[in-house]
């Protein structure tokens, strides 16, 4: 029996629009849902893929093993170690689409719950615990396309109008806005087709499916034709191209124009010097490519000064128009950045107090910065109070460590946690995070440096399986890349998403996402403590691995490890 929780902390009951619900707060409750189920729930990163993708991942069962092969123990232990870890998937993901059903419904309103309950298919897919009907109905509902409630040809008719006014908001983050829009689109799509799909996508697709069996006919060695499941897979993945490339555009197009108005214009004049427009023009042809756009483009200078914006040699407090938001609340957390220099450094003129109150008219008596009181100053650098005497602290233990630079208006939540590449230890200062913390019996120490002093901590604790050292004057709970890199598996694909995954254990993923440039945040605010130190406990540890193995192998394996090392070659 997987884990599976019945309640989930932070989330809100979901309304109908009646009751004033909105499209955002359906946003906000699938992604409350989806980040709950992907780190508590056992193989929950499974159903956080169904619930992005409203379709099961693809679980490829392991190939069989070949006539030599199964005289071989270890080939055969290791298939089926591989083969229960498929079936085990398989099993979880049908009992976790089963349970986020229910989960689902028991956490509506009243009168959405009757609507659901009025749609046609209900019934059936109450049977069948059918979670893409049931996602697709409630987003039918808050979108306004609800069956009974008005001809399909107009509900049609407003979904269209609704998607092509939609406009991008200056504080909205780009992957909220690129989320809203795929949402509006695919409501459209489940009752009115291909989205923008012309007569022109229909010769294109044609030309390049019979250019496809032309090419392979020409490689097959006895000049065999596509068979028909070939033809309607090549033709499947070609039309799927085409249409995410107009849905990309459509989705650029209505970009916030004060932040993005110059992008279009490059891009479009790129076009015009490209006659009749070229497969390798700049306008992007997958949603990964338009997230990664809108994420990453900087304006040139001019166009900077012409909207009157600050230029000089320091760091910009100021916001870069490509800059994502904060996990939480879609605002973003200015102008804080890893190992950077002590110069041009700005002042600090607000922060935050430890316990996330914000007091704009109230000055701190010990480090005379407004926006907290004493009791509750982040930023003190000793037990005498001290002003901070600088906007840079550096963390680090002795022999090194990491630099953080803080800017205007610079507050970093307390349930953050933040994936450094430049930190050489973690260090939290959130107790809540922590267990079994206790001062150190050897003498090891950290010590915490400023231009206007230090701190030092001799206490250490566990984040999960993390040792990690604690200081509640920290501004930060960091923990180091590198460190994390040596006990668990970290991936990034920038194409998918802007940040890191780190497989804590098999099923349990935590998703830190990029919140500002270089920095990457674990956002804990709505999480169940009790439950992220529990996904942990699910961890197959090396020790475990080695079992599937005898000595020999696991000699010869660290061997060469061992002269990967020396001769500086990354181990694959």
């Known amino acids: 029996m997987g884990f599976r929780s019945t309640t989930v902390k932070g989330l809100k009951q979901l309304k109908a629009p009646e009751e004033d619900g909105t499209e955002q707060d359906l946003e906000d409750f699938m992604t409350v849902l989806t980040d709950e189920v992907t780190i508590t729930w056992t193989s929950g990163g499974d159903l956080g893929y169904f619930l992005e993708a409203l379709e099961e991942p693809e679980i490829n069962e392991p190939d069989p093993l ?57 019934l059936e897919a109450s049977k069948k615990k059918d979670l893409a009907w049931l996602m697709s109905t409630v987003d039918d509902i808050v979108s306004g396309y609800e069956e009974g409630v008005a001809p399909a040809e107009l509900a049609l008719d407003d979904a269209l109008e609704h998607i092509f006014e939609m406009r991008q908001k200056r504080t909205e983050s780009n992957e909220q806005f690129v989320k809203s829009m795929l949402r509006s689109i695919k409501a459209y799509e489940r009752r009115g087709g291909p989205f923008l799909w012309t007569p022109a996508n229909e010769q294109e697709l044609k030309k390049f499916m019979d250019k496809a069996k032309l090419d ?24 799927k191209a085409i249409k995410e490339r107009g849905i990309a555009m459509s989705i650029l197009k209505r970009a916030n124009k004060e932040r993005f108005g110059d992008l279009m214009n490059e891009l479009k004049n790129d076009y015009l010097k490209r006659p009749g427009g070229s497969p390798s023009d700049a306008f992007p042809k997958t949603i990964g490519d338009v997230l990664k756009l809108l994420e990453n483009w900087q304006p040139s200078s001019a166009g900077v000064r012409a909207r009157g914006l600050q230029i000089d040699g320091t760091r910009r407090s100021t916001q870069r128009p490509g800059a994502n938001r904060s996990p939480a609340s879609g605002t973003r957390n200015p102008g804080v950045s890893f190992a950077q220099s002590g110069e041009g450094q700005a002042q600090v003129c607000f922060l ?65 946690i933040l994936l450094d590449s ?30 206007g002093g230090f701190l030092d901590t001799n ?38 998403e802007n940040g890191f995954s780190v497989h804590i254990s098999e099923g349990h993923v935590m998703k830190f996402m990029c919140v500002s440039p270089g920095l990457y945040a674990y956002d804990a ?7 992220l130190k529990l996904a942990f406990t699910f961890l197959n540890t090396v020790d475990d691995n080695k079992t599937s193995f005898n000595q020999r192998e696991i000699r010869k394996a660290d061997l060469a490890l061992m002269l990967h090392r020396r001769t500086n070659h990354m181990a694959v």
């Not at 079936?87 to 609507?115: G, P, W």
């Not at 050489?424 to 231009?451: C, M, P, Y």
């Not at 200081?471 to 194409?495: F, G, H, K, M």
Request: positive net charge; glycine residues 6%.
């Open 352 to 416: 935050r107090g430890k316990n996330d109150s914000f007091f704009p008219a109230i000055t701190c008596r010990l480090c005379k910065i407004k926006g907290h009181y004493q009791s509750h100053c982040p930023v003190t650098k000793d037990d005498t109070g001290a002003g901070l005497g600088a906007t840079a602290s550096e963390v680090g233990k002795i022999m090194g460590g990491i630099l953080l630079n803080l800017h205007p208006e610079t507050y970093i939540n307390p349930f953050w």
């Open 216 to 239: 392979f006919t020409a490689a097959s060695p006895n000049r065999n034709t596509m068979t028909q499941d070939q033809e309607d897979n090549a033709r499947r993945v070609q039309k």
């Open 525 to 531: 605010t709505s999480v169940d403590m009790s439950k």
């Open 66 to 122: 070949t006539a030599a092969e199964e005289n071989n123990k270890r080939k055969v232990k290791e298939y089926d170690r591989l083969m229960d870890k498929y079936h085990s998937r398989k099993d979880d993901l049908e009992a976790n689409i089963s349970a986020m059903y229910q989960l689902i419904m028991s956490n509506v309103s009243s009168t959405m719950r009757n609507k659901i309950k009025a749609t046609i298919g209900h």
């Open 422 to 451: 430049e930190s050489t230890d973690h260090i939290f200062s959130n107790l809540s995070f922590l267990d079994d913390v206790k001062a150190t019996t050897d003498g090891e120490g950290l010590r915490l440096h400023s231009s």
């Open 459 to 496: 206490q250490k604790g566990s984040f999960g399986g993390f040792t990690v050292w604690y200081n509640p004057r920290s501004l930060a709970n960091i923990l180091s890349l590198a460190l994390v890199c040596e006990q668990y598996r970290v991936t990034l694909d920038s194409y998918a």
